[in-house]
């Protein structure tokens, strides 16, 4: 019977060659002979490592499409208050407006000039944005255009 350090060697010579998976048999052999031979288990470790980093990288390369499609920007029901604030108009149509996009998005709140009030203050006061409705006022009546009055001073 040949020795078993040479048994080894050959099984990882041949394991190299044809990439053949080891037999049970040839498993408790080396794991046997751990002790006599550290080289084997040295050749264990780096296979075993070289097979974790492609599976790594193969649930890695799996990941990255998941992630781009995740980008895509969502419609929220914030960012179309925003564009009908914006839009500026009388309260009852900016009101009318936001329910229809709440629908669209498939809200159920019932919106009124209060939450909308309240969404300008969010954006200006909470959010430190002085210069949301750009110069467009709030009023009344809703949001336009900030006019001068008419002075009562006589032109020259």
Do not use: C
Request: hydrophobic share 40%; no cysteine; aromatic share 2%.
């Amino acid at each position: 019977m040949p020795p078993t350090h040479d048994i080894v060697a050959l099984i990882n010579n041949l394991s190299k060659m044809k990439k053949v998976t080891s037999t049970p048999a040839a498993e408790n052999l080396t794991a046997n002979n751990a002790k006599v031979n550290p080289l084997a288990n040295a050749v264990k470790k780096v296979e075993a490592n070289k097979a974790k980093t492609v599976k790594t990288a193969a649930v890695k390369a799996d990941a990255k499409p998941a992630k781009k499609e995740s980008k895509v920007k969502k419609v929220t029901m914030a960012s179309k208050l925003d564009e009908i604030l914006l839009a500026g108009g009388k309260w009852e149509d900016l009101v009318t407006k936001a329910e229809a996009s709440s629908k669209v998005l498939g809200g159920h709140i019932k919106y009124n000039v209060g939450i909308l009030k309240a969404h300008i203050r969010f954006r200006t006061i909470i959010q430190k944005n002085l210069q949301y409705l750009g110069d467009k006022r709030v009023s009344e009546t809703g949001i336009g255009i900030a006019t001068k009055k008419a002075s009562n001073k006589k032109a020259a």
